[in-house]
């Protein structure tokens, strides 16, 4: 076969999970703008689907009042809209749960870039429409260009109107159809005159500002483009699930450089559109060179890397001092063709102090890797100083001590400047540079620094108290000195910072060695997830709660009890498997961050964390670490329940087997018995006294059989409770023989019962049942050999003792006690439950029982029972 033509098996696997696959199918019906007919396209298909025996349901439309699509609506059943109390408006909106509980085939929901009241399970409508999806419900929707995520900037530069809410571009990948409502730019402005779009003064202010033919020209275009991108997807998909040669060979891959600069989002933005129109794959990468955030830095590059998640993008963090080396380093190890950066914002002397900005670093050091530069919106400003140190809290307190050193250096060399010169007290100044560099951030170092030199300059460095340097060399001196000075302090700040940063990679490690190896020792899940609690609230300083998937429901595992509308939230959680609640768009109002706990699709419980900030990338990616380790373990953990389940199964199967051969063998012989003799008799051959004897044998056969059965089964699941009294022991022991004379026939038994054993509190069924088996055991294993039965005090207790003189027990005498062991001698009578049942009636009473070989031949059975024992004449009677 042509490896050409040869189905490209993974593009095969996308299409079997596509058609396996149990969730809903979503149709956009997608439009350059307002009124171009996109409701009443989707409810004239909507229409159709019904015709064809499809169960429609409408959840939301919006029919703008128009009476032409008010009429297609007719004949549609539909879910009835809730309504919302917000700041004493009422506000209707879609009911969700009443769509769900209602499970139509198809859902129609309009408008999907609509954001929702708050109070609702979803900020966005969106979210909504992908939880009826994963509930297998199609769906159908429709949406404007200027609500896609990757083109609203765009939009909002042609329009000058930014577009408040978006949808995600990987929603739209997910969609199964996108179905383009396409009218010209005239037609539309000749139906938004005829009132057919907006009413009144308001069709006026569209017509002059967004409705611009100029606008709706670009705005077509766009939506072309999105529609051609997509059917090019389609067409590529489908020349490669059937091996047909076709124009698909670019392999571009692009990778965004991603940082907390609010240029950022646009750089997201642009890397996904042209990624689209290349037909490439794109990342984002956040590289860490070990700098403090702020909090509002640590929240924009949280939110930029949540961007580049939405539209689809691999994110990818890496930690390095050099930046420039570091992404490159990236972009080889994922063969990335092209880095998309932003233009410097720096002023170009802050450049020249770095050793030149990104952009000219990449250039110089990207070799065969294509560089795109792009321009910075306006938004963003130009160059500007980095004014994060101003803003920690610890810089003033800082800059205090740089001064106090300068202060006491400068005190210092004023004492000792005549006797020792003005260049021993540069060099104290110097040395206090660097000592103080060990304890400063960076800029408190540069102003101690260049505070020092002026000091120097002002106070030692003749003529005196001015800033004027007469010798030449002196000019050399104090530039040489400032220089000096300030590379010092701002290598020895870089070697902190570094230190720091490692310091932060070494605490992480550490946490992350210790949650494995408290995880790894743990001996359940419920132990796994008290030391998920306990690490991840010694992480963040606060108190974590673990609960536990059981049954399609939630357990509570470990930390404080969550309050019933964080369990809602967890429980979401759960059956999605998506993080929901603080500082994520699903049901942000929860108090509590709740993070599944999975490991691929399967969710094993849920951490929550009552948050009062964003986790920090580092602490994210590490609580995320952890799930997913206690995932692991939790199906470890599984595995082997399932495993041991199988083992006992098995065990079961063979129990079962063995129980049934016996039962079977040992039921064959007395109904052989019963039926031979009844034919004696019904024939009249024999003596009909011996006839009836044997029946009467075979009967007591199979009653002890069955005996035995109910015996053994009572005493695996628990249900023997001794009833405690007094009884004569000689009796019961009389009674015992007597009921096991068909085996004991022929025996001797010696009985001997010391005087102050001669009464016990026992069950005396119970002690009846034991005596029975041992005395009948005896017999059949001591081929006929004579039977001892003692019984005397020992301690505070009784205890009983079964001797014959037989061949013994072997070589593990303890052995006789399992389920159907049956000795060599009697392999044809008895299902081997006797003993067990001694066993186990033994325990009940409190006692034990053991066998042991005699010295002289023979084997013994030791029943110790703790009960009360007396002699005869010492019996009370009431």
């Known amino acids: 076969m042509n490896d050409e033509r040869r189905p490209d098996p993974d593009a095969l696997l996308a299409g079997i999970a596509r058609a396996e696959s149990t969730r809903g199918r979503l149709k956009v019906f997608l439009g350059m703008c307002p009124g171009v007919g996109k409701t009443y396209a989707m409810l004239l298909a909507v229409q159709q689907r019904q015709e064809e025996g499809v169960r429609v349901m409408i959840g939301y439309v919006e029919t703008h009042g128009r009476?032409?699509?008010?009429?297609?609506?007719?004949?549609?059943?539909?879910?009835?809209?809730?309504?919302?109390?917000?700041?004493?408006?009422?506000?209707?909106?879609?009911?969700?749960?009443?769509?769900?509980?209602?499970?139509?085939?198809?859902?129609?929901?309009?408008?999907?870039?609509?954001?929702?009241a708050p109070g609702s399970r979803h900020p966005k409508r969106w979210q909504d429409v992908e939880e009826i999806l994963a509930a297998g419900i199609d769906v159908y929707t429709t949406l404007n260009v200027q609500h896609v995520e990757s083109y609203r900037d765009v939009v909002a530069q042609i329009t000058g109107a930014p577009a408040r809410e978006a949808v995600p571009d990987s929603l739209l990948d997910q969609a199964t159809e996108l179905e383009l409502i396409d009218i010209s730019p005239a037609e539309l402005r000749k139906?938004?005159?005829?009132?057919?779009?907006?009413?009144?003064?308001?069709?006026?202010?569209?017509?002059?500002?967004?409705?611009?033919?100029?606008?709706?020209?670009?705005?077509?275009?766009?939506?072309?483009?999105?529609?051609?991108?997509?059917?090019?997807?389609?067409?590529?998909?489908?020349?490669?699930?059937?091996?047909?040669?076709?124009?698909?060979?670019?392999?571009?891959?692009?990778?965004?450089?991603?940082?907390?600069?609010?240029?950022?989002g646009h750089l997201i933005r642009w890397t996904r559109r042209i990624c689209s129109l290349t037909h490439g794959t794109w990342m984002a990468a956040f590289i860490d060179s070990g700098r403090t955030l702020s909090d509002e830095e640590r929240t924009r590059l949280e939110r930029n890397l949540a961007l580049a998640r939405s539209l689809g993008a691999e994110v990818v963090t890496y930690g390095g001092e050099d930046v420039t080396e570091t992404l490159l380093r990236v972009a080889r190890e994922?063969?990335?063709?092209?880095?998309?950066?932003?233009?410097?914002?720096?002023?170009?002397?802050?450049?020249?102090?770095?050793?030149?900005?990104?952009?000219?670093?990449?250039?110089?050091?990207?070799?065969?890797?294509?560089?795109?530069?792009?321009?910075?919106?306006?938004?963003?400003?130009?160059?500007?100083?980095?004014?994060?140190?101003?803003?920690?809290?610890?810089?003033?307190?800082?800059?205090?001590?740089?001064?106090?050193i300068v202060l006491a250096t400068t005190v210092l060399g004023l004492i000792i400047r005549d006797s020792v010169g003005y260049i021993t007290v540069g060099l104290i100044y110097l040395l206090s540079v660097i000592i103080g560099s060990t304890v400063l951030s960076r800029v408190p170092t540069i102003a101690m620094a260049a505070l020092t030199a002026l000091a120097w300059n002002y106070l030692f460095i003749k003529p005196y108290y001015t800033f004027y340097i007469r010798a030449p060399h002196d000019v050399i001196l104090f530039a040489t000195y400032f220089i000096v000075a300030l590379v010092m302090g701002h290598l020895n700040a870089r070697l902190r910072q570094r230190e720091n940063a490692e310091r932060r990679r070494e605490q992480q490690a550490v946490a992350l060695y210790e949650f494995s190896r408290d995880i790894a020792a743990a001996e359940s899940s419920i132990a796994a997830a008290q030391h998920l609690a306990a690490h991840c609230s010694s992480l963040l300083n606060t108190s974590a709660t673990v609960t536990l998937e059981n049954d399609g429901t939630l357990a509570e595992a470990a930390g404080p009890k969550l309050e019933a509308n964080e369990v809602a939230v967890s429980d979401w959680c759960l059956r999605h498997g998506e993080a929901a609640g603080k500082f994520t768009n699903t049901l942000p109002q929860a108090t509590h961050f709740h993070l599944p706990l999975k490991n691929g699709d399967r969710v094993s419980g849920v951490l929550s964390l009552p948050l009062t900030r964003p986790l920090t990338l580092a602490e994210r990616q590490l609580v995320e670490t952890f799930s997913t380790q206690f995932a692991l373990v939790c199906e470890r953990d599984q595995l082997l329940r399932q495993a041991?389940?199988?083992?006992?199964?098995?065990?079961?199967?063979?129990?079962?087997?063995?129980?049934?051969?016996?039962?079977?063998?040992?039921?064959?012989?007395?109904?052989?018995?019963?039926?031979?003799?009844?034919?004696?008799?019904s024939n009249d051959i024999g003596d009909r006294h011996a006839l009836v004897g044997e029946i009467q044998i075979a009967s007591n056969r199979l009653n002890r059989i069955v005996s035995n059965l109910l015996d053994i089964t009572r005493i695996e699941t628990g249900g023997v409770q001794p009833r405690l009294e007094?009884?004569?022991?000689?009796?019961?022991?009389?009674?015992?023989?007597?009921?096991?004379?068909?085996?004991?026939?022929?025996?001797?038994?010696?009985?001997?019962?010391?005087?102050?054993?001669?009464?016990a509190r026992v069950d005396a069924a119970l002690m009846e049942e034991i005596l029975t088996n041992l005395i009948r055991n005896a017999a059949q294993h001591g081929n006929g050999a004579p039977i001892t039965l003692t019984a005397d005090r020992e301690g505070d207790g009784l205890r009983l003792t079964v001797s014959d003189s037989g061949p013994g027990l072997g070589d593990n005498p303890e052995a006789v006690f399992e389920k159907f062991r049956r000795g060599s001698s009697t392999a044809s009578k008895g299902l081997g439950l006797g003993l067990s049942i001694v066993r186990g009636f033994a325990a009940a009473l409190g006692g034990t029982v053991t066998a042991e070989n005699r010295a002289e031949g023979g084997a013994r059975f030791i029943l110790r029972l703790p009960v009360e024992t007396r002699s005869a004449e010492n019996l009370i009677t009431p």
């Open 726 to 759: 007094w009884c004569d022991l000689s009796e019961i022991v009389d009674e015992s023989i007597l009921r096991g004379s068909d085996d004991v026939r022929g025996c001797e038994i010696t009985v001997g019962i010391a005087p102050g054993a001669a009464l």
């Open 644 to 681: 041991q389940s199988a083992a006992v199964e098995a065990r079961s199967r063979e129990l079962q087997k063995t129980l049934l051969d016996s039962v079977s063998h040992e039921f064959r012989t007395p109904l052989a018995a019963i039926s031979t003799a009844a034919d004696g008799l």
């Open 334 to 404: 994922h063969n990335v063709t092209q880095i998309v950066v932003g233009k410097p914002l720096n002023h170009p002397l802050l450049d020249l102090l770095h050793g030149g900005s990104l952009v000219d670093k990449l250039i110089r050091r990207s070799g065969d890797i294509d560089i795109y530069v792009v321009r910075a919106e306006k938004s963003a400003g130009g160059w500007r100083f980095d004014l994060s140190d101003f803003r920690r809290p610890k810089f003033a307190r800082e800059l205090g001590i740089g001064a106090l």
């Open 67 to 116: 009476i032409e699509t008010i009429a297609l609506t007719t004949g549609l059943p539909h879910i009835p809209r809730r309504t919302i109390a917000h700041r004493g408006v009422q506000i209707e909106e879609f009911d969700l749960d009443a769509l769900l509980a209602a499970r139509p085939q198809l859902a129609v929901i309009d408008e999907l870039a609509h954001t929702n």
């Open 191 to 264: 139906r938004l005159n005829e009132g057919k779009v907006y009413l009144g003064e308001r069709a006026i202010t569209a017509s002059d500002n967004f409705f611009r033919e100029g606008n709706l020209k670009a705005l077509r275009e766009i939506a072309l483009r999105i529609s051609a991108e997509r059917a090019d997807r389609d067409v590529r998909d489908y020349l490669r699930t059937q091996s047909i040669s076709g124009p698909w060979k670019s392999h571009e891959r692009y990778l965004v450089a991603v940082g907390p600069s609010p240029f950022s």
